[in-house]
């Protein structure tokens, strides 16, 4: 059950990281990816267009294609999980 919450904890971090750490942005030919996620980039974003840098702004107003690299955000989840275990377990230790 526990293990659940952290799951959960970890899942809920990541999303919100993705949403406030900066981006990075790549320019390839004539298309410009938008890379998020931390701390790997698990989401790119394909625009043609230079459009404001806000995940939000990017995700609704025309982008090009959206690629989600499963393996990176599983990876981003494992060390986001990893660390709040560690903080439960120091917290518990500590008591």
Do not use: C, W
């Amino acid at each position: 059950m526990i293990r659940n919450k952290f799951f959960q904890l970890s899942l809920f971090i990541e999303l919100i990281l993705t949403f406030f750490m900066n981006e990075t942005v790549v320019k390839k030919t004539t298309i410009i990816v938008y890379k998020y996620g931390f701390p790997f980039r698990y989401l790119d974003i394909y625009s043609k267009e230079k459009v404001d840098l806000h995940l939000i702004n990017i995700l609704f107003t025309g982008n090009n294609g959206i690629n989600i690299d499963i393996v990176a955000l599983i990876g981003n989840i494992i060390i986001i999980y990893a660390l709040v275990y560690f903080i439960n377990f120091i917290t518990e230790k500590r008591k």
